[in-house]
């Protein structure tokens, strides 16, 4: 049975000098255990391939001999036997630099790897790729992403079994690859090809002109003059009516204006005189309900009934007041408009002149009356 683990606590220093690198920081050692963990689980549940990776990873931060074997384990059970082989000779070859107390706590590991790495090497796969002669110089060879060394081209090299990319790129071409598949066991050759690129085609224009061109340089006879167009005698008919007056123009903007600010005024004025009336109706009940009418001697107090006709009298007056106001603004805007507008050319000259005036027009005990008037 294997027991699977990273590190034995006693040799802890010990393997520590096993390793090339520094020692790993704290974070660094949680981090390989946690992918171990991760690893060791999917590899038993045959999930290779995330197994695998996170094993190698694990490996790589921290390399331990446990991390290693379980490692080449998890790639032999993946079909991954050449890489398997090479894990299991570099556990071993870890372990002969070990003291034979740390074998003995290495347990039945070193033996399963020597089993491991005898049944599998036989069955390695083996691809020798070749340039064929003549290949320019700076030719570069890849499989799967790896460069191949001029020394290990025409070589049979161990490799996984299954598909394998192959790339050649000749300096100034473009990259030509090709798949390659191999079986457990097998060995094949591949001698990859040089196709020569043609050149690329250089137009030259031709100094002799083109058929449509020789056409349009060719002399053309002049086009024939039109003849004279005959001569039509034109016809005698009624002299034409006289031209209508022109339709009077439109209001302009500014007589609008005028127009406007005018209805302003005139609003102003019908909404205080209504309020004003109202404001006199009011002053009736005003007498009956306050002071002598209620018999008090104040004439500001009032009772319930005349306390409302006073506040609404009282509104109603500054209501009447401000309409007038306005009356008074729009009326004069209005009259200030229509004299400073332009006077068309056209204006009779002996017509009577323009005038309008707004403000008080009758004053007296009662009270005051305000409008407005002229002369059009």
């Given at each position: 049975?294997?027991?699977?683990?990273?590190?034995?606590?006693?040799?802890?220093?010990?393997?520590?000098?096993?390793?090339?690198?520094?020692?790993?920081?704290?974070?660094?050692?949680?981090?390989?255990?946690?992918?171990?963990?991760?690893?060791?689980?999917?590899?038993?549940?045959?999930?290779?391939?995330?197994?695998?990776?996170?094993?190698?990873?694990?490996?790589?931060?921290?390399?331990?001999?446990?991390?290693?074997?379980?490692?080449?384990?998890?790639?032999?059970?993946?079909?991954?036997?050449?890489?398997?082989?090479?894990?299991?000779?570099?556990?071993?070859?870890?372990?002969?630099?070990?003291?034979?107390?740390?074998?003995?706590?290495?347990?039945?590991?070193?033996?399963?790897?020597?089993?491991?790495?005898?049944?599998?090497?036989?069955?390695?796969?083996?691809?020798?790729?070749?340039?064929?002669?003549?290949?320019?110089a700076g030719t570069v060879v890849k499989r799967n992403d790896l460069e191949l060394g001029e020394a290990t081209l025409g070589i049979a090299l161990p490799v996984d079994p299954g598909e394998h990319l192959v790339s050649i790129q000749v300096p100034g071409r473009p990259i030509r690859t090709q798949h390659?598949?191999?079986?457990?066991?097998?060995?094949?050759?591949?001698?990859?090809?040089?196709?020569?690129?043609?050149?690329?085609?250089?137009?030259?224009?031709?100094?002799?002109?083109?058929?449509?061109?020789?056409?349009?340089?060719?002399?053309?006879?002049?086009?024939?003059?039109p003849a004279p167009a005959p001569t039509i005698a034109p016809e005698i008919g009624p002299e034409p009516a006289p031209a209508e007056p022109d339709a009077p123009a439109p209001p302009s903007g500014r007589r609008t204006a005028v127009y406007m600010t005018g209805g302003v005024g005139a609003a102003g004025?019908?909404?205080?005189?209504?309020?004003?009336?109202?404001?006199?109706?009011?002053?009736?009940?005003?007498?009956?309900?306050?002071?002598?009418?209620?018999?008090?001697?104040?004439?500001?107090?009032?009772?319930?009934?005349?306390?409302?006709?006073?506040?609404?009298?009282?509104?109603?007056?500054?209501?009447?007041?401000?309409?007038?106001?306005?009356?008074?603004?729009?009326?004069?805007?209005?009259?200030?408009?229509?004299?400073?507008?332009?006077?068309?050319?056209?204006?009779?000259?002996?017509?009577?002149?323009?005038?309008?005036?707004?403000?008080?027009?009758?004053?007296?005990?009662?009270?005051?009356?305000?409008?407005?008037?002229?002369?059009?």
């Open positions: 049975m294997i027991t699977w683990f990273r590190r034995s606590t006693h040799v802890l220093a010990v393997l520590g000098l096993l390793s090339a690198s520094l020692p790993a920081a704290a974070q660094d050692i949680a981090a390989a255990e946690a992918l171990f963990d991760r690893g060791l689980a999917d590899m038993q549940a045959g999930r290779y391939e995330t197994g695998c990776k996170a094993l190698a990873e694990s490996q790589r931060i921290d390399p331990q001999p446990g991390t290693l074997f379980t490692l080449a384990a998890c790639e032999s059970e993946w079909g991954r036997i050449a890489t398997a082989v090479t894990r299991f000779g570099d556990y071993l070859s870890l372990v002969q630099r070990m003291t034979p107390a740390e074998v003995g706590r290495q347990g039945e590991r070193p033996k399963i790897a020597r089993q491991k790495r005898e049944q599998l090497s036989p069955r390695v796969p083996k691809l020798a790729i070749s340039l064929p002669p003549g290949a320019p390659i598949t191999i079986a457990p066991g097998e060995t094949k050759e591949l001698t990859l090809e040089l196709k020569e690129t043609p050149p690329p085609q250089v137009h030259r224009p031709s100094k002799e002109p083109a058929p449509e061109q020789k056409e349009a340089l060719a002399p053309r006879a002049p086009a024939p003059s004025l019908v909404l205080g005189g209504i309020t004003g009336a109202l404001v006199f109706g009011k002053k009736s009940t005003i007498e009956d309900h306050c002071g002598s009418g209620i018999q008090v001697a104040d004439p500001k107090v009032c009772d319930p009934t005349g306390y409302r006709a006073a506040t609404s009298a009282s509104a109603m007056a500054r209501v009447s007041t401000i309409a007038f106001g306005v009356a008074l603004a729009g009326l004069g805007a209005a009259a200030v408009l229509y004299w400073t507008e332009p006077k068309h050319a056209d204006t009779a000259a002996g017509s009577s002149p323009r005038w309008v005036s707004a403000g008080v027009l009758e004053a007296g005990p009662a009270g005051a009356v305000f409008g407005a008037q002229g002369g059009f």
